[in-house]
T-cell receptor, first 114, second 112 residues
């Protein structure tokens, strides 16, 4: 049972490049979400999904796209990377959005945009 | 809008000493409250949560937290800190919706 798997663990991008951060879970969780963590800012919600085919914006969605074609996967796309997107990105999943059972976090992707 | 404040950016305690990490929230109704811990290079792990009922909740690793509505607080406590407790701690608040808000975190250093 792998839980929540994020790939890659580290990535360096040049400004303007695109990339996709992967998040996969094998816990049959309906809820999946992406957070970014910045020093002094805590974790901020980027996008979330309450089930396959359903996505919605969080607190800081600009510059990011998501899709949820399967229950297991929730990729985060950066279409044109900017230095302001340098951050640590976490995928969090749960049986449901309300955290009745807590969220499970991946180990993070550290992204640097130069 | 909901918000969470963790007033202490960094705390240092001696091993064996007691610990209290502060968390204040802003929310109109009774919130869902959480404490998470993050070890270096790792994701967040849920320590405990409060939804309703008994205002003193027990969590994993010997942690507890007390919900005080009058003070809009949900402070995390541990009677005796171990060196392995050194980590970053996050308080979070949410409701029955789909969004949760995290505090900026408190970094805990434990000295021998």
């Amino acid at each position: 049972n792998a839980g929540v798997t994020q790939t890659p663990k580290f990535q360096v991008l040049k400004t303007g490049q695109s990339m996709t951060l992967q998040c996969a879970q094998d816990m049959n969780h309906e809820y999946m979400s992406w957070y970014r963590q910045d020093p002094g800012m805590g974790l901020r919600l980027i996008h979330y999904s309450v089930g396959a085919g359903i996505t919605d914006q969080g607190e800081v969605p600009n510059g990011y796209n998501v899709s949820r074609s399967t229950t297991e996967d929730f990729p985060l796309r950066l279409l044109s990377a900017a230095p302001s997107q340098t951050s640590v990105y976490f995928c969090a999943t749960g049986l449901e959005a309300s955290q009745n059972y807590g969220y499970t976090f991946g180990s993070g992707t550290r992204l640097t945009v130069v | 809008a909901q918000s969470v404040t963790q007033p202490d950016i960094h705390i240092t305690v001696s091993e064996g000493a007691s610990l209290e990490l502060r968390c204040n929230y802003s929310y109109g109704a009774t919130p869902y409250l959480f404490w998470y811990v993050q070890s270096p290079g790792q994701g967040l792990q849920l320590l405990l949560k409060y939804f309703s009922g008994d205002t003193l909740v027990q969590g994993i690793k010997g942690f507890e937290a007390e919900f005080k509505r009058s003070q809009s607080s949900f402070n995390l406590r541990k009677p005796s800190v171990h060196w392995s407790d050194a980590a970053e701690y996050f308080c979070a608040v949410g409701d029955t919706g789909n969004q949760f808000y995290f505090g900026t975190g408190t970094s805990l250093t434990v000295i021998p």
